[in-house]
């Protein structure tokens, strides 16, 4: 045990005085049973808990908050959990993205107005683990986030399919008359067998390990599965481990530093991560006041090769990824190659980075490969300019066909989603292998909430030929678990005025991965002329809480968080009334 600080706690400002405001706090707490000796100072640890029976994959929650208390307990703390908003990947309407600011906004209000002095983070589906860490950043109070574990590896007909990724594979074997009805409807039940979540290096892992390897979370809470019993000791460890970090002081700012941001990026990339982390890294970034740059994922990202052979752009599942070492073997295998940029960064446990992995096990090199046997030479992100894309695009390669990372194709538009779904059945559309898809309004504001829509299916008529991938481009983001060259994030945005929104059918477009290059090949005097003819998008008819989104969402290039809470605004309370 550390030897506690002698600063003083945030909850004794609630709990700690013999007045009139010190009765209603005690008392009203009271009514659930708690003694008298649960309020003599001891840290107070909110457990925030994204459980909810909507979001499959955070199910289990309940289950683990009891473990985190037990850690809590023993460690003489005094746990108190709460829920917040909960936004599930698979049920929400129309995309869980667009709630990613609500929970956020959530989780800091609760935390800040609350008798609380660290707090534990039970995360999981996709948009939970950047909601609950921006909120956390935000009132910079010691955190440490658990996660719920992936699901055990999908079965099918003998062999294992992946969250997501097998949905995606399936669906177009239906359209290419591959398989029938029957086979894609059995595939459900074997799919999603246990709780977790998807068991694909998708969103959720990626984000997974990406609180891993910032340092937020203790080793191995990425990948031990979520019915896996190790996953509730970790829980239990967590917990006693947060009741230390309250004497140590050991507040976000201290762990999400920049080199730690730079350690995620590196991260990403050995682990063939989601496109979705650029933008929810920046997230997070904004919220402790670290300034991100796409050019980051560029300089830091480019040239790691993937190591870890994972669906959707290797074989293997989660599962396998925590039998062969999970992220603290790919963390070692970076390290031992002078690639891991910042070893000494600190992280909950009060150890480096480096001190947590240098004698990892690494129990399977299939899954996790050797620095000299990657499975892709050059992992990343790919960032794009140009003047398709003057405040940047992504591309995951490894995701990707190597022979279209170069391509120059035949633009065949949608003007939205809609116009996509009515006009890609269309047997008679102008479209050939070598075209370039290009989807408009599916951004932050266009759609809004930025769905996950950018891997745009082919034409059925293509895939009857046999075709397996086609370069497509929008301003949507794509899911994790999806696969196919395709460009996403494209910024601005249509809907906010970005050149994707002049493209039209027939126009040429070049795709130069190699040199970061997306481009639009008109004149600058046609695309300058074409912009001025285009409308403002209509934003009007909404209300609510869409209202507040479509007027203060940024761009992908800035995160998708909203203007107003970029920022650190601590955990001291304006004003209080009591
Ligand atoms: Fe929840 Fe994939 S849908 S993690």
């Keep these: ?64 908050a009891e473990h985190v208390k037990r850690g809590i307990y023993e460690a003489g703390g005094f746990p108190v959990e709460f829920p917040v908003f909960s936004n599930g990947e698979s049920n929400l309407r129309p995309t869980a993205m667009l709630t990613r600011n609500l929970a956020s906004m959530d989780v ?134 947060i009741v230390e970090m309250v004497h140590e002081d050991l507040r976000l700012s201290k762990i999400l530093t920049r080199e730690a941001f730079e350690n ?63 992220l603290p073997a790919v963390l070692r295998r970076l390290g031992e190659n002078q690639l891991l940029p910042h070893p000494n960064a600190l992280t909950v446990n009060g150890k480096s980075l480096w001190d947590n992995v240098r004698e990892a ?23 794009l300019r140009g003047n398709l894309a003057p405040r940047g695009a992504v591309l995951k390669p490894s995701a990707a066909s190597p022979e279209l990372l170069k391509h120059r194709g035949r633009a065949v538009v949608f003007e939205n989603l809609e116009h996509y779904k009515e006009r890609i059945v269309d047997e008679n559309l102008d479209i050939d292998a070598s075209c370039v898809m290009v989807m408009k309004n599916c951004g932050p504001r266009g759609y809004p909430g930025m769905a996950e829509v950018g891997n745009m299916g082919l034409p059925p008529k293509l895939l009857r030929q046999g075709v397996k991938d086609m370069v497509r481009i929008s301003d949507a983001r794509m899911s994790g678990t999806a696969y196919g060259t395709v460009v996403l994030h494209v910024a601005p945005e249509a809907a906010a005025g970005g050149p994707l929104a002049a493209v039209r059918d027939g126009d040429f477009i070049e795709l130069d991965c190699e040199q970061g290059r997306l481009h639009l090949d008109i004149s600058e005097a046609e695309l300058a002329q074409r912009m001025q003819a285009l409308k403002n998008a209509d934003m009007g008819g909404r209300g609510g809480y869409q209202r507040l989104y479509v007027d203060h969402v940024l761009q992908a290039d800035e995160g998708c968080d909203f203007d107003f809470l970029v920022g650190c605004r601590g955990s001291a309370v304006p004003r209080h009334s009591h």
């Design 108 to 241: 800091e209000e609760a935390i800040r107005g609350n008798p609380i002095d660290a707090v534990v983070l039970l995360v999981g589906c996709d948009k939970t683990t950047p909601a609950l860490l921006m909120g956390a950043a935000s009132c910079d109070v010691p955190a440490i986030v658990v996660t719920g574990g992936p699901m055990l590896n999908g079965k099918l007909d003998g062999k294992d399919i992946g969250s997501g990724t097998a949905v995606w594979r399936l669906h177009e074997s239906l359209k290419a008359g591959e398989i029938n009805e029957h086979q894609f409807f059995a595939a459900e039940a074997g799919m999603s067998r246990s709780a977790g979540t998807c068991n694909t290096m998708g969103t959720a892992s990626t984000m997974a390990c990406m609180a891993e390897a910032l340092g937020t979370s203790l080793p191995h809470n990425a990948a031990i599965p979520a019915v896996d019993a190790r996953r509730y000791v970790l829980a239990h460890m967590s917990g006693r481990r």
């Design 361 to 383: 096990p690494q129990y399977n090199d299939e899954v996790i490969r050797p620095i000299n046997k990657p499975l892709i030479a050059d992992g990343g992100i790919c960032i």
């Design 264 to 326: 995620a990026i590196r991260t990403n990339a050995a682990i063939g991560g989601s496109t979705n982390a650029v933008i929810h890294l920046k997230a997070i970034a904004g919220r402790i006041g670290v300034q991100l740059e796409l050019e980051d994922w560029t300089r830091i990202g480019r040239g790691t090769p993937t190591l870890v052979d994972l669906q959707p752009s290797g074989r293997f599942l989660m599962e396998e990824f925590y039998y062969a070492g999970g």
């Design 1 to 64: 045990m550390t030897t506690p600080t002698k600063k003083k706690l945030r909850s004794t400002e609630w709990f700690g005085t013999a007045d009139k405001n010190g009765f209603m706090y005690r008392s009203w707490m009271k009514n659930q049973g708690i003694p008298d000796h649960e309020f003599d100072g001891r840290p107070v640890i909110g457990i925030c808990n994204t459980w909810s029976e909507l979001t499959p994959c955070n199910a289990h929650f309940r289950k683990i």
